[in-house]
């Protein structure tokens, strides 16, 4: 049974630093696709950052520069290390998973919910100003 849940979510001022974890279970973590969404109130969910099993990332315009996806197979953990965070960074963050098996997609696909099998709970981050 693959199992994910995050921490590390909280409140900061606008300028300030989080670092979102994603303890990862059930599965060989390594040949996975890893993403990390969020989800505003009264807003779609949209995706942040995203890490394949080949290690190639990709990110949201939005937050380019700022935040970054990396993993500790090791710890079989991914992190969202966010840096310079603004007002409308708040939302519930999640982490996501698949196997991606099959053709190799595209990063841009990777930033798209429907690409993930697997989802953690969330964890709130608020940024104020």
Known sequence: QVHLVESGGGSVQA??????????????????CMGWFRQASG???????TLDSRGRTNYADS????????????????????????PEDSAMYYCAADPCQGPRRPLFRLL??????YWGQGTQVTVSS
Not at 21 to 29: E, H, L, M
Request: hydrophobic share 30%; aromatic share 10%.
């Open 43 to 49: 807003k779609e969910r949209e995706g942040v950052a």
């Open 15 to 32: 300028g300030g630093s989080l670092r979102l974890s994603c303890a990862v279970s059930g599965y060989p973590y390594s040949s996975y």
């Open 63 to 86: 937050v380019k520069g700022r935040l970054t996806i990396s993993q500790d197979n090791a710890k079989n953990t991914l992190y969202l290390q966010m840096n310079s965070l603004k």
């Open 112 to 117: 798209m919910s429907v690409e993930y099998k």
